[in-house]
């Protein structure tokens, strides 16, 4: 059974800093391609990184220059690294889990993160 987890969410002051971790179990975790979503009070989810097995990234435009997705296999997780940080990056933030060869998806439930003064 796929099990996605995430932490490392928070308050954080604008200009502020967090990483984000999602540990996943029950896959290869290698065959995987990994993404990060989020999802703002009253908004749609929107997509905000995603990385391939090769380690190949693509961000969101609203995020590009300030986070970075890296992913550790030996670990089975991924990470979201958020720099400078603004209020309107506040939002619950959710890892994917997608096979390479396959487009069933499993998501895990998420971490709040708040960038406020």
């Known amino acids: 059974q796929v099990q996605l987890v995430e932490s490392g969410g928070g308050l954080v002051q604008p200009g502020g800093s967090l990483r984000l971790s999602c540990a996943a179990s029950?896959?290869?975790?290698?065959?995987?391609?990994m993404y990060w979503y989020r999802q703002a009070p009253g908004k749609q989810r929107e997509w905000v990184a995603t990385?391939?097995?090769?380690?190949?990234?693509d961000y969101a435009d609203s995020v590009k220059g300030r986070f970075g997705i890296s992913r550790d296999n030996a670990k089975n997780t991924v990470y979201l690294q958020m720099n400078s940080l603004k209020p309107e990056d506040t939002a619950v933030y959710s890892c994917k889990a997608r096979p390479f060869n396959s487009e069933s998806a499993s998501w895990g439930q998420g971490t709040q993160v708040t960038v406020s003064s």
């Open positions: 029950g896959i290869a975790f290698s065959l995987y391609v």
């Open positions: 990385i391939t097995r090769s380690g190949t990234t």
